[in-house]
């Protein structure tokens, strides 16, 4: 599959986020370089150690918001995606205390008032730890508790494939899909990553999905 987007966050010494080019970047004009939003009451987003993550000091419970795009924009882009990541877990006291996302991603490709992907990682009380889908529709009543709880440190690799009629997530050992249409009037506009405290992201990966096809052996739609 072609990228349309990447990001190996592969860049010397420490920096913020903010003016950074990905490795394959598909946007023009004004929002094509990561901005960190901190402006917005969140923590600032930094490139060190090969990884997009939270600045030092940031105030517990905090997360980084940075994006790149902007929504509403048509760039021409496919509206069939499919995302890859590796996110690397925060330590415990990161997790315990944590009141907003974890992590979470938002693809702004998608025209109607639910306007794309989204889902995220939320602590639920008590140190227990949810998938919420945003309102996709993903999850039967949104939030699903996780069936492992989350391991300081450790590396999860996730997926998801967004297009009209089949939306689907792999992650943290859980998968979750949809068939939700949507009026997708342009295609891939938007990426926000909601980044908790100490928690970080290897890489991020847009490839154009070749979208669903009639699979006689399954009597579905498979995407392949």
Request: proline fraction near 6%; include cysteine.
């Amino acid at each position: 599959m072609a990228a349309v987007f990447d990001d190996q966050f592969n860049t010397a010494g420490s920096t913020s986020v903010v003016g950074r080019a990905p490795d394959v970047n598909p946007f023009t004009g004004g929002f094509s370089s990561w901005d960190d939003n901190a402006a917005f009451g969140g923590a600032t987003a930094i490139v060190t150690g090969g990884k997009l993550t939270t600045a030092a000091g940031s105030p517990a419970g905090s997360y980084a918001r940075p994006s790149i795009g902007a929504g509403g924009l048509s760039y021409g882009l496919p509206t069939f995606i499919e995302v890859t990541w590796n996110w690397v877990a925060p330590p415990a006291p990161d997790i315990a205390v944590a009141d907003a996302e974890l992590f979470g991603l938002y693809f702004d490709i998608s025209a109607e008032i639910f306007s794309g992907a989204r889902f995220e990682v939320k602590n639920n009380g008590a140190g227990g730890v949810s998938v919420y889908d945003g309102g996709a529709g993903l999850i039967n009543g949104g939030v699903a508790p996780l069936q492992v709880p989350l391991v300081p440190g450790q590396s999860y690799p996730g997926k998801m494939v967004f297009m009209d009629g089949v939306q689907t997530v792999e992650f943290l050992g859980m998968s979750f899909s949809n068939d939700q249409r949507f009026n997708q009037s342009y295609g891939l506009s938007r990426i926000v990553c909601f980044l908790g405290r100490n928690s970080s992201l290897d890489f991020l990966t847009v490839n154009v999905a070749k979208g669903p096809v009639w699979t006689g052996y399954q009597n579905t739609f498979e995407v392949v």
